[in-house]
Nanobody
Framework: QVQLVESGGGLVQTGGSLILSCVAS????????MGWFRQAPVKEREFVAA????????KYTDSVTGRFTISRDNGKTTVYLQMNSLRPEDTAVYYC?????????????????WGQGTQVTVSS
């Protein structure tokens, strides 16, 4: 099973940017579809973005389309989430996740491995 460690969270003002990183170990990153999810207080964990094994295909939730970009570097075993034009409603704990399925399924149940999360706070 792959182990995932996120980093890059922090406090940023509205309109600012952050880059989250997720480093994988234990298994070859290129074997997994990778995704980012987030969970705000008293809310369900929700899908944010995902990227296919090769990086040729991506999927985003509507609220981040055009603002967030997911990418991967299989050689560095790292997945990134570039977040621009951040809004207070983006405040959440962000989780990196790995899926054994080749097709991107933007649901929590498709991802079997999870990181511990990194906090992102956007001040108004």
């Amino acid at each position: 099973q792959v182990q995932l460690v996120e980093s890059g969270g922090g406090l940023v003002q509205t309109g600012g940017s952050l880059i989250l990183s997720c480093v994988a170990s234990g298994r070859t990153l290129s074997s997994y579809t990778m995704g980012w999810f987030r969970q705000a207080p008293v809310k369900e964990r929700e899908f944010v973005a995902a990227i296919s094994l090769s990086g040729s295909s991506t999927k985003y939730t509507d609220s981040v389309t055009g603002r967030f970009t997911i990418s991967r570097d299989n050689g560095k075993t790292t997945v990134y989430l570039q977040m621009n034009s951040l809004r207070p409603e983006d405040t959440a704990v962000y989780y990196c996740a790995a899926s054994i399925f080749r097709d991107i399924a933007p649901v929590r149940s498709a991802f079997g491995s999870w990181g511990q999360g990194t906090q992102v706070t956007v001040s108004s």
